[in-house]
């Protein structure tokens, strides 16, 4: 591997993404997806970019992680760099036509208890009805999950180093996750492999937890928790904080607990420093932020530049104990520092998707949020005629 080369992941060439709905890719984020036959190749799918980042060049496919980059945050592609660490020595970054990966990242089905405002009926079964109300033509799956790959995974998983599992809601799955994990378990390769599950707390995994966690070299889970007590609730929807906290404490006193996950976006980034003074008070609580860049109208960076200012000032007023804390905060102020485009962006969509949403959940965004909300209308009425 040449060490000038700022531009190589390993996920080209030993990633695989399993979707819910069977389709593939190499990364969660990329812009990329497989044919029905994977081709790893100089003239396969992988090919081109392959090509461009052996060459140092920044293929379009991996715009997620080259934003980021460039407002000077970690992407997943630097911390997947880090993580793998000797692994990622052993990678031989080179095309060729076999593809064998040892990174595994499953969706495990579209069934989920919550539909989050960030999410969407592609990774919850929740949002189906709420789809088909303002739009009857949207020609949406209700429900998908991946019993149906068995053959697949069943393979995919004896080759795995990493295994990386999310849904919906995976503990929905617990009883089909357990059958597809424990064959990992029955082959001894369990042993070796690291499991990273991201859930929303809504459900406690006693039997993963008991009978199949412990055979794993290394387990990590991952709550998503976008705020706290009713903004939780709001943005959750019809998640619980208190179910969350309960859920949260007992996996504390597991072997397997690792940290909440936060993504950032335009309805929670004004109340973010609130978050983690709240996390800051429990003792040595990890903290990673994921940053939100779909629909656009949701991403911090399409906030109009007024309102960038106010959040601005309003996330540097405080300041933590746990000191990785403070440099969440000094990246997010960076990026929005490098955000482009805000300047021209208009609010109409995000106020409109937060009034008919709120609508049909008998719900008012103003009631949970109301600095924020007070900011976003005036933007929206000096930007009305």
């Known amino acids: 591997m040449d060490k000038q080369n700022s531009c190589l992941c390993p996920l080209p060439w030993i990633g695989l993404e399993i979707r819910a709905d069977g389709s593939r890719s190499f990364c969660c984020i990329a812009n990329f997806n497989f044919a029905k036959e994977i081709k790893s190749g100089a003239n396969g799918e992988l090919g081109s970019i392959k090509q461009a980042l052996l060459k140092n060049i920044k293929h379009e496919a991996c715009s997620s992680c080259w934003k980021l980059e460039a407002s000077g945050i970690s992407s997943r592609r630097n911390k997947l760099n880090s993580i793998l660490g000797d ?9 060729t036509d076999t593809f064998e990966p040892t990174f595994l990242d499953i969706k495990v089905g579209n069934g989920c208890n919550q539909k989050c405002l960030i999410c969407g009926p592609e990774s919850s079964s929740l949002w189906f009805n709420e789809y088909k109300y303002f ?20 393979e995919s998983i004896q080759k795995a180093e990493e295994i990386h599992i999310a849904g919906g809601e995976p503990f929905l799955f617990e009883l089909e996750l357990s059958e597809f994990l424990e064959l990992s378990v029955k082959s001894g390769k369990s042993r070796k492999q690291t499991l990273l599950i991201t859930s929303n707390g809504s459900i406690y995994p006693a039997h993963l937890i008991e009978k199949v966690f412990p055979h794993f070299e290394n387990v990590k889970i991952h709550l998503s928790a976008d705020g706290i007590g009713e903004q939780f609730d709001y943005q959750r929807f019809p998640g619980k904080w208190a179910i969350f906290l309960e859920n949260y404490k007992k996996l504390q006193n597991t072997a397997f607990f690792d940290g909440i996950c936060i993504t950032l976006s335009c309805l929670n980034i004004f109340y973010l420093a609130e978050y983690l003074s709240f996390w800051d008070s429990l003792s040595e609580q990890k903290v990673f ?42 990246e997010i102020l960076q990026f929005l520092d490098n955000a482009e485009n805000h300047e021209k962006t208009e609010v109409d969509e995000l106020v409109n998707f937060l009034d008919k949403h709120d609508k049909y959940r008998d719900l008012k965004y103003e009631t949970h949020f109301p600095e924020f909300a007070s900011l976003l209308k005036n933007t929206w009425h000096e930007k009305t005629p």
């Open 289 to 330: 932020i994921n940053y939100l860049f779909e629909p656009a109208f949701l991403s911090i960076e399409k906030l109009p530049k007024q309102l960038i200012d106010r959040v601005v000032r309003h996330l540097v007023q405080q300041e933590f104990k746990n000191m990785s804390f403070n440099f969440l905060i000094s």
């Open 135 to 154: 739009d009857p033509s949207l020609p949406l799956k209700r429900n998908f999950n991946l019993t149906k790959h068995k053959e697949l995974l069943a």
């Open 87 to 95: 692994k990622y020595k052993k990678i031989e970054f080179n095309i």
